[in-house]
């Protein structure tokens, strides 16, 4: 009985050659599954097309625009996930999702084994292969560019070779993932870090040194999730779709960093997540007038660990379910407006106000009306300082 492939397709180059490699070397049929996360560009049709074009013997295109930006977003949103304080987890929170799809998939269709695009050097490797083992470990895993060692320019001069209808080339090498929460670019000569990327290399935002007008606007959260922008509601994908547009059109994050991979080795990135950054920004604002202190600081610590676990792919680990427990009880009552300016590639906060505020105005001024009792402050600086005040002491007399 001729086995079924079910490949992870995005109707770039790797996975577009993945499937007449597949159907050769394993004399199988391959299910091309290409998920919809908001990516833009090209239409989904013309994916699919391209996926039969290749040979696939079935091509499913998933829907999941709402899905991601629901289930996935706002939950990174929510733990203001960037992976070493920058990256907004753009590639990383779209692995879990596909994984979920293709098992649907491989279901339906009776698949047996699952493939994906990715190289042995890349985190994507991870993300896949954990998540289908978490979900579906009975299904085999095959990468063709990672075990068969395919290298970029053997993959190219295979798709030329049989003329598979992609678009990447030798004069355009870029390995461009991009979907609702940001594009990430790297290959080619971003390759040198020395390089400056040049504005061909960006399409989610203009040139942020071009001046134009600021753009202000309200963002309401409830309870940590985006519901509003500027009074009208819209679905959590409408509101990152808008503000993708916005923010990017003033040239709001960008983001060029060499990263720590999971696999041990730096690589290169440049990343555009203009809805992202803006709605980080905003909710951590929000956050810092809503939530208490000693939960706040505990939270940031929490937070960290999640952008690491998303990640590192263990998206349905133990450790990060018990975090998005925590994350989503600290929401409680992050409810409240931010007023933010979006301007020369910068998304900056200039108002706040929320009913669950916990800045409390007559404490916190120092004009007429501060109810604040200042006479109380010495002693609890003397009982606040007096470890450290002991330990000097010890120190003076064994020093």
């Given at each position: 009985?001729t086995e079924r492939v079910v490949l992870a397709f995005s109707g770039g180059l790797d996975t577009s050659v993945a499937i007449p490699f597949l159907a050769?070397?394993?004399?199988?049929?391959?299910?091309?599954?290409?998920?919809?996360?908001?990516?833009?560009?090209?239409?989904m049709g013309v994916i699919q097309k391209r996926a039969m074009d290749c040979g696939a013997v079935e091509s499913v295109v998933v829907d999941a625009k709402?899905?991601?930006?629901?289930?996935?977003?706002?939950?990174?949103?929510?733990?203001?996930?960037?992976?070493?304080?920058?990256?907004?987890?753009?590639?990383?929170?779209?692995?879990?999702?596909?994984?979920?799809?293709?098992?649907?998939?491989?279901?339906?269709?009776?698949?047996?084994?699952?493939?994906?695009?990715?190289?042995?050097?890349?985190?994507?490797?991870?993300?896949?292969?954990?998540?289908?083992?978490?979900?579906?470990?009975?299904?085999?895993?095959?990468?063709?560019?990672?075990?068969?060692?395919?290298?970029?320019?053997?993959?190219?001069?295979?798709?030329?070779?049989?003329?598979?209808?992609?678009?990447?080339?030798?004069?355009?090498?870029?390995?461009?993932?991009?979907?609702?929460?940001?594009?990430?670019?790297?290959?080619?000569?971003?390759?040198?870090?020395?390089?400056?990327?040049?504005?061909?290399?960006?399409?989610?935002?203009?040139?942020?040194?071009?001046?134009?007008?600021?753009?202000?606007?309200?963002?309401?959260?409830?309870?940590?999730?985006?519901?509003?922008?500027?009074?009208?509601?819209?679905?959590?994908?409408?509101?990152?779709?808008?503000?993708?547009?916005?923010?990017?059109?003033?040239?709001?994050?960008?983001?060029?960093?060499?990263?720590?991979?999971?696999?041990?080795?730096?690589?290169?990135?440049?990343?555009?997540?203009?809805?992202?950054?803006?709605?980080?920004?905003?909710?951590?604002?929000?956050?810092?007038?809503?939530?208490?202190?000693?939960?706040?600081?505990?939270?940031?610590?929490?937070?960290?660990?999640?952008?690491?676990?998303?990640?590192?792919?263990?998206?349905?680990?133990?450790?990060?379910?018990?975090?998005?427990?925590?994350?989503?009880?600290?929401?409680?009552?992050?409810?409240?407006?931010?007023?933010?300016?979006?301007?020369?590639?910068?998304?900056?906060?200039?108002?706040?106000?929320?009913?669950?505020?916990?800045?409390?105005?007559?404490?916190?001024?120092?004009?007429?009306?501060?109810?604040?009792?200042?006479?109380?402050?010495?002693?609890?600086?003397?009982?606040?300082?007096?470890?450290?005040?002991?330990?000097?002491?010890?120190?003076?007399?064994?020093?």
């Open positions: 009985m050769e070397k394993m004399n199988a049929e391959v299910v091309a599954v290409a998920v919809d996360l908001g990516q833009g560009g090209e239409d709402e899905e991601y930006a629901a289930d996935f977003c706002v939950p990174a949103l929510q733990a203001n996930a960037l992976y070493m304080d920058r990256y907004p987890l753009l590639s990383s929170l779209s692995r879990p999702l596909i994984v979920k799809h293709l098992v649907t998939a491989a279901k339906q269709f009776g698949g047996t084994i699952v493939s994906h695009g990715c190289t042995g050097k890349g985190n994507d490797q991870v993300r896949f292969e954990a998540g289908l083992a978490a979900l579906a470990p009975d299904l085999k895993v095959v990468a063709p560019a990672r075990d068969y060692a395919w290298t970029r320019d053997k993959a190219i001069e295979f798709a030329e070779q049989r003329g598979l209808p992609i678009e990447t080339t030798k004069k355009n090498p870029f390995s461009i993932d991009q979907n609702l929460w940001g594009r990430a670019v790297e290959t080619g000569f971003l390759e040198d870090i020395w390089n400056g990327p040049t504005e061909d290399v960006y399409s989610y935002t203009a040139d942020p040194a071009v001046p134009r007008e600021p753009d202000e606007l309200v963002i309401t959260f409830e309870q940590g999730v985006p519901v509003k922008i500027d009074g009208r509601p819209l679905t959590p994908y409408q509101v990152i779709d808008e503000l993708n547009k916005r923010a990017g059109a003033q040239g709001v994050g960008r983001i060029d960093m060499v990263e720590d991979r999971l696999v041990g080795i730096k690589s290169r990135e440049v990343y555009e997540a203009p809805g992202a950054i803006a709605l980080i920004t905003a909710h951590m604002e929000l956050e810092s007038v809503t939530v208490e202190r000693d939960l706040a600081r505990f939270k940031r610590g929490v937070d960290q660990r999640w952008s690491e676990l998303v990640y590192d792919g263990l998206w349905f680990s133990p450790l990060k379910r018990a975090l998005d427990t925590l994350i989503a009880d600290a929401q409680k009552y992050v409810s409240g407006d931010i007023r933010m300016t979006l301007h020369g590639g910068k998304a900056t906060v200039t108002g706040r106000r929320s009913e669950q505020s916990l800045y409390d105005f007559s404490l916190a001024t120092y004009d007429t009306g501060d109810t604040f009792d200042q006479s109380l402050a010495k002693g609890f600086v003397q009982l606040f300082s007096l470890p450290s005040k002991i330990a000097a002491a010890r120190d003076a007399k064994h020093g």
